[in-house]
Every structure is written in structure tokens, then in C-alpha cells.
T-cell receptor, first 114, second 114 residues
Framework: KQEVTQIPAALSVPEGENLVLNCSFTDSAIYNLQWFRQDPGKGLTSLLLIQSSQREQTSGRLNASLDKSSGRSTLYIAASQPGDSATYLC?????????????FGQGTILTVHP | DGGITQSPKYLFRKEGQNVTLSCEQNLNHDAMYWYRQDPGQGLRLIYYSQIVNDFQKGDIAEGYSVSREKKESFPLTVTSAQKNPTAFYLC?????????????FGQGTRLTVV
């Protein structure tokens, strides 16, 4: 059974720092991996989607990498801002009979203080 | 605006009562999903549906039921058999295609047992 782990569980940084969030998964046979952002009491906003054949994806200050063979992904946030404060979730998609079925990690709670 | 609409935002259930959470999407997506989120935990899959009039159990389906009579709608009923229903419920949808599997989420419904 696929298990997804995110480290650290919580992270507090001063504004302007570059930071890395980690995600690991136990079964490397994934179809893709998706990073989400969740604000308190809200739904999930998709940040980046990396297909299994890709090594990284970039969107603005965000860069996500994928090393499928080692079962790891990282989300890099450059020049962090207070508005980046949220919970960040990674989820893997095993494909197969349902392409959208996801297995989630527990999330990393990020606080960026001014 | 295209998206996923969940209602109500807050719902209170009395002991022994069935309640239904609504999820509607206008993205023309084939697949729809229901996840449950508990504090400090990742999202867990309750039910999913890949096409109209068909659905499959996820990891924690006991005490829940769904229907998929229309492509746009995937309501979730929390029955009295669900012993610990207090949680945040999230609905998602995706195109059921190997070429595009990005999942999109609604804003969630917070269910509380009173």
C-alpha cells in the first residue's frame, strides 16, 4: 500500500528565506505527483503537477522536483513571503483504474513571519 | 466561472441522523471524488466515480453512501452508521484521461456532530 510522508510537519521562517519542503513515497510506481496549498478552513489549490517522466516543474517562485526511483519530491519556495503561510500537501497518483485517485501526505504547515 | 461547488459550508448533525453533502462541478470532468480530512492527517478517500451511474469504494467507505445520477453532481450521504463523522469533507474532480489527471478541489464542508 502506498504511503506518503512529508517532512517537516511544521516550519517557521522569516520573510525572504528560501525553503524546501520534502515528500517521500514508498511505491515508486506512480503516474504523477501533485503539490497543493491549503489555507485554514479552505479547500485545496493545485500548485504543481509533475508527471512520472518529468524531473521538475516550475511556476513563479515555486519549483517542484521528482526523483521517482528514490521515492522523493521536493517543493522549493524562493524568497518566501507572509502570504505563503499555509499547509502544503503532496499527493501521488498511482494511475491504474482511476487516474485521479490520490494518496496524500499529512502536510507541512508553513509560517512565514515578517 | 468554472469550478467545484460544495454546500453547505458548515453542517451540524444530530446523533442517529443522516445528512447529505452536495458537490457540483461545471468543469465537464468525468471523475469525481470524496475525501475526508481530520486534524493533523492527510486526506483519505471515501468514494470515487469515474462515470455516471458508477462508483467505487475508497479506503474508508463504511458509514457513507454516494450516487452519480448526473455528470455534474456527486452527493455524499453520511449515515448514522458512521460513528465518528465530525471532519472536513472535500470533493474533487478530474478528467479521466491518461493525458490530463490534475485534480481540482472544492472549498469543503465542515461537518460537526452535536
Amino acid at each position: 500500500k502506498q504511503e506518503v510522508t512529508q517532512i517537516p510537519a511544521a516550519l517557521s521562517v522569516p520573510e525572504g528565506e528560501n525553503l524546501v519542503l520534502n515528500c517521500s513515497f514508498t511505491d515508486s510506481a506512480i503516474y504523477n505527483l501533485q503539490w497543493f496549498r491549503q489555507d485554514p478552513g479552505k479547500g485545496l489549490t493545485s500548485l504543481l503537477l509533475i508527471q512520472s517522466s518529468q524531473r521538475e516543474q516550475t511556476s513563479g517562485r515555486l519549483n517542484a522536483s521528482l526523483d521517482k526511483s528514490s521515492g522523493r519530491s521536493t517543493l522549493y519556495i524562493a524568497a518566501s513571503q507572509p502570504g505563503d503561510s499555509a499547509t502544503y500537501l503532496c499527493a501521488v497518483n498511482a494511475g491504474g483504474t482511476s487516474y485521479g485517485k490520490l494518496t496524500f501526505g499529512q502536510g507541512t504547515i508553513l509560517t512565514v513571519h515578517p | 466561472d468554472g469550478g467545484i461547488t460544495q454546500s453547505p459550508k458548515y453542517l451540524f448533525r444530530k446523533e442517529g441522523q443522516n445528512v447529505t453533502l452536495s458537490c457540483e462541478q461545471n468543469l465537464n470532468h468525468d471523475a469525481m471524488y470524496w475525501y475526508r480530512q481530520d486534524p493533523g492527517q492527510g486526506l483519505r478517500l471515501i468514494y470515487y466515480s469515474q462515470i455516471v451511474n458508477d462508483f467505487q469504494k475508497g479506503d474508508i467507505a463504511e458509514g457513507y453512501s454516494v450516487s452519480r445520477e448526473k455528470k455534474e453532481s456527486f452527493p455524499l450521504t453520511v449515515t448514522s452508521a458512521q460513528k465518528n463523522p465530525t471532519a472536513f469533507y472535500l470533493c474533487a474532480s478530474s478528467i479521466e484521461s491518461a493525458l490530463s489527471t490534475e485534480a481540482f478541489f472544492g472549498q469543503g464542508t465542515r461537518l460537526t456532530v452535536v
